[in-house]
């Protein structure tokens, strides 16, 4: 169903080409500055227009290579920027990673140390001896 109206449009096309071919068969001179030919006009028409077309076709041909291959180039770039992207992610990642894993360390430390040093207040004021115990809480459970 799509393509039936591009054959609808084809066969229209024809037919008026063909319309045109038959009302304008009569022979015209051309003049090419060092000689006259005499030929029909509508094959003067249609070798003028497939000129036309050959013409724009190099034309347009020239700048969509230069602009394909301006294209080719800056995908390279975007690759090569996409690469160090995600090398300078990774690596403030892993610096982000370290520098919590520090600050977590820091904080059991710091934990740790106010912990013995309550238990240590703690048995000075209860008369006890302190002993040394070494159960470290798992603060991720």
Known sequence: MK?????FVGFLLVLI??????????????SFGFTTLNAPLILILISSAIIGALI????????MWQQKKIIQQQEKELAI?????????????????????NKTA?????YETQIKEQELLIASLSGEKYTKEENKLDYFD
Request: charged content about 30%; hydrophobic content about 40%.
């Open 3 to 7: 393509n039936q109206w591009r054959v």
């Open 17 to 30: 080409i063909v319309v045109f071919a038959v009302l304008n068969n009569t022979d015209v001179p051309i």
């Open 56 to 63: 724009v076709l190099l034309t347009s041909a020239t700048t």
């Open 81 to 101: 920027y996409k690469e160090e992207m995600d090398k300078k992610l990774t690596e403030e990642k892993e610096k982000l990673q370290r520098e919590y894993t």
């Open 106 to 110: 820091k904080l059991e430390a710091a």
